[in-house]
């Protein structure tokens, strides 16, 4: 399997031809492919099995997709009897071995109550950070930004605008 059967509506050959050797390396790339905007250092993280970057929904997704496709996980999850995981060993990774008892829990419990069709993968969106001046308070009665979006009011505004104000002031002043 490769990940073009995990994400089909991925253009970047380099990324669809990735292989997928176990849960963990999917968990892996999943979570890289939805955080990381860069492309470049998209396909170089999705590629290095050193590095250690998993989310909670990164595990999920890639148990779920293993339960579709791989008939030993379903059968395992089938025989599950709701208890929890404890991993033995974390196999030379570097990664805590309580971390990957969390992610291995949370990712079979998520399975276990949902199937690949209802799940959605998307790249990471590029985050959008804008700043208002604090006199601007009613402006969330207005504006309604998406997601990717952060405003923050920023307190100090009126008084840059203030000193700025003060310097041309003077500047035009000294010219007459």
Same mark, same amino acid.
């Given at each position: 399997?490769?990940?073009?059967?995990?994400?089909?509506?991925?253009?970047?050959?380099?990324? +669809?031809?990735?292989?997928?050797?176990?849960?963990?390396?999917?968990?892996?790339?999943?979570?890289? !492919?939805?955080?990381?905007?860069?492309?470049?250092?998209?396909?170089?993280?999705?590629?290095?099995?050193?590095?250690?970057?998993?989310?909670?929904?990164?595990?999920?997704?890639?148990?779920?997709?293993?339960?579709?496709?791989?008939?030993?996980?379903?059968?395992?999850?089938?025989? !599950?009897?709701? &208890?929890?995981?404890?991993?033995?060993?974390?196999? &030379?990774?570097?990664?805590?071995?309580?971390?990957?008892? !969390?992610?291995?829990?949370?990712?079979?419990?998520?399975?276990?109550?949902?199937?690949?069709?209802?799940?959605?993968?998307?790249?990471?969106? +590029?985050?959008?950070?804008?700043?208002?001046?604090?006199?601007? +308070? &009613?402006?969330? +009665?207005?504006?309604?930004?998406?997601?990717?979006?952060?405003?923050?009011?920023?307190?100090?505004?009126?008084?840059?605008?203030?000193?700025?104000?003060?310097?041309?002031?003077?500047?035009?002043?000294?010219?007459?």
């Amino acid at each position: 399997m490769t990940f073009a059967d995990v994400v089909p509506h991925e253009v970047d050959q380099q990324i +669809r031809s990735l292989k997928l050797s176990s849960i963990y390396a999917l968990a892996r790339m999943i979570s890289v !492919y939805q955080n990381e905007e860069d492309i470049d250092k998209k396909r170089y993280l999705m590629r290095s099995p050193s590095y250690n970057f998993v989310t909670i929904s990164g595990a999920q997704k890639a148990y779920t997709f293993f339960k579709r496709n791989c008939e030993h996980v379903l059968n395992a999850l089938l025989a !599950y009897d709701g &208890g929890s995981i404890t991993l033995a060993s974390n196999r &030379g990774m570097e990664m805590d071995i309580e971390q990957l008892n !969390y992610l291995a829990n949370a990712g079979i419990c998520y399975a276990l109550t949902h199937s690949w069709e209802d799940i959605t993968i998307e790249g990471a969106k +590029r985050r959008t950070l804008v700043l208002v001046p604090d006199d601007l +308070r &009613g402006f969330a +009665r207005v504006v309604a930004p998406a997601q990717n979006v952060t405003i923050i009011r920023n307190e100090m505004g009126s008084d840059v605008k203030l000193q700025g104000a003060k310097r041309r002031h003077t500047s035009s002043a000294q010219l007459q």
